[in-house]
Nanobody
Framework: VQLQASGGGSVQPGGSLRLSCVVSDFTIRKNWMYWVRQPPGKDLEFVSAISPDGSETYYGDSMKGRFTIARDNAKNTLYLQMNNLKSEDTAVYFC???????WGQGTQVTVSS
């Protein structure tokens, strides 16, 4: 099973990025999926979660109103649209299904002027 995250990069404060996570050899359509992040020198932090059909979404407090999680079960892909990025959003972002023990390799997001 592979969770291949992409879309990270370096942006200025106020910028946007869209992360994608393609899952291989595992069908996600029945699973809650998550984005978590790890800022430099800090612990893992919950970012967002989405229900199997996409009807329910949850966000960490600092992400509400700026981040949007989405999924395309036909493409076995998870997305995270991040707007109005701040320096404190700098982190490695992972897509995951923790209950299933599935974690991607992460993609680096750096927000800096």
């Amino acid at each position: 099973v592979q969770l291949q995250a992409s879309g990270g990069g370096s942006v200025q404060p106020g910028g946007s990025l869209r992360l994608s996570c393609v899952v291989s050899d595992f069908t996600i359509r029945k699973n809650w999926m998550y984005w978590v992040r790890q800022p430099p020198g800090k612990d893992l932090e919950f970012v967002s979660a989405i229900s199997p059909d996409g009807s329910e979404t949850y966000y960490g407090d600092s992400m509400k109103g700026r981040f949007t999680i989405a999924r395309d079960n036909a493409k076995n892909t998870l997305y995270l649209q991040m707007n109005n990025l701040k320096s404190e959003d700098t982190a490695v972002y992972f897509c995951s299904d923790p209950p299933a023990g599935l974690w991607g390799q992460g993609t680096q997001v750096t927000v800096s002027s």
